[in-house]
C-alpha cells in the first residue's frame, strides 16, 4: 500500500507547503488519486491545465525560477512514473480494502477525492455530464458513471445520494445506514477504479466513443509573437522551461 517513496513524499509535501492557497491545495493521498486518474485519462492533459486544480488557481508561491522548476520536477517526476506503470498495465488501486484500519480511512478519502478531481477535467470522457434517462446513454457510459459515483461516495459521504440518483443503483443505499453505506462503498472501490480503468483503455483504443466535447484553455501568460526557446520559460504561466512542459 505504497503511495509514493519516503523521497518523494517528502519532496511532495515541500512542495504543497509552498501554495498560495493552502485551503485549496492537495493533499499527498489526494495528489496520487489525481496522478493516478490523470494517467489512466485516455486524453493527454498538459500540465499547464492540471497545476492549477492541484495548488489553485495562484499555484505557488515562490518568486526564484529556479526553485520553483526544482520544486515542481518531484511532482512531474511522480506523474511521468504513474504514467508509465499505466501504460505498461501495472497501475493498480494502491490500498488494500479488506485489510483497512480505520487510520487508514481518511487517506483512502483524499486519494478518491484526489481522482475525481482529475475525472472532472474530462467529464465527459468519463459520464459525468450525460443524463441517465430514456435510453439516451449506452451502457457503458451508464458503468462509468457509477463508478465516479463510488469514488465520490467515498472521497464525500454526502454526496452519495446526488450522483447515484444518476445511476442504475440509486435505489441500493435506500435504507441503509451510513456505516454501511460507507462499508459497501469501500467494497466497490477497488472493482470501480479497475473498470474505470478498462473503459479508458477501450476509449484510447478506439473500442468505445465516449460523447464529442471541447475543451478551451486560456494560458495565464500570452504566447510570445517569436518563437519559444527550449530553455525558455513556459508560456502557460506554469514555472517551467518550455522544453519541460508544452514543449516536451
Known sequence: MTLF?????????????????KDKVLTVPAVHGFLFALAITPERIRPREWLPSVFGEEMLDVSDEKERERL????????DKIV??????NLAFPYDIPNLTSK?????QEWCYGYFK????RPDIWGLNNKIEGGHTNDEVIDITTCSAIVIGVAVPEKVTDYFNRTRMKDSFAEKTP??????????LPTAIATQQQFAHAVKNGLIIPKPHR???QPKVPL???KVGRNDPCPCGCGLKYKKCCGK
Open 5 to 21: 517513496t519516503s523521497h518523494q513524499k517528502k519532496q511532495l509535501t515541500e512542495l504543497l507547503s509552498h501554495a498560495v492557497n
Open 72 to 79: 515542481l520536477k518531484c511532482l512531474l517526476s511522480a506523474y
Open 84 to 89: 508509465v506503470l499505466n501504460n505498461e498495465s
Open 104 to 108: 487508514d480511512l481518511p487517506a483512502i
Open 118 to 121: 482529475a475525472l472532472l477535467l
Open 179 to 188: 456505516a454501511e453505506i460507507e462499508a459497501r462503498l469501500l467494497a466497490l
Open 215 to 217: 475543451v478551451v484553455i
Open 224 to 226: 510570445a509573437v517569436s
